[in-house]
């Protein structure tokens, strides 16, 4: 038999291919690695870590989402008030005009 063929689909649960399938996670779950003491790390001083680095976090970006739009919104409306006053200014310069002509 060759090593890449398909294991035969009829064998037990003690066949080698069964067997060399559970190998690698065997190893990995033995074998100490820099990642699972990293992780354990960092799961143990997430938050410290967020707060010494000032991370930003997902309910950080909610505020700034909601104030943006706040804010968004703000500037929408000073716009508009804007063109309205620029509009009545330049109707009463046109009827200042209109008046000293009549003069």
Same mark, same amino acid.
Request: hydrophobic share 35%; no cysteine.
């Given at each position: 038999?060759?090593?890449?063929?398909?294991?035969?689909?009829?064998?037990?649960? @003690?066949? *080698?291919?069964?067997?060399? &399938?559970?190998?690698?996670?065997? /190893?990995? %779950?033995?074998?100490?690695?820099?990642?699972?003491?990293?992780?354990?790390?960092?799961?143990?001083?997430?938050?410290?870590?967020?707060?010494?680095?000032?991370?930003?976090?997902?309910?950080?970006? @909610?505020? *700034?989402?909601?104030?943006? &739009?706040?804010?968004?919104?703000? /500037?929408? %409306?000073?716009?508009?008030?804007?063109?309205?006053?620029?509009?009545?200014?330049?109707?009463?310069?046109?009827?200042?005009?209109?008046?000293?002509?009549?003069?």
């Amino acid at each position: 038999m060759y090593i890449n063929q398909a294991p035969n689909q009829h064998a037990t649960g @003690d066949s *080698f291919w069964d067997q060399f &399938s559970h190998i690698p996670g065997a /190893i990995e %779950s033995r074998v100490p690695t820099f990642d699972k003491s990293l992780d354990n790390y960092f799961d143990q001083h997430f938050a410290a870590i967020i707060e010494e680095w000032d991370l930003v976090t997902e309910s950080d970006l @909610d505020r *700034f989402e909601s104030r943006l &739009s706040r804010v968004t919104d703000e /500037i929408s %409306s000073l716009y508009a008030g804007k063109m309205a006053t620029e509009t009545r200014v330049k109707k009463l310069d046109d009827l200042i005009t209109s008046m000293e002509k009549s003069l």
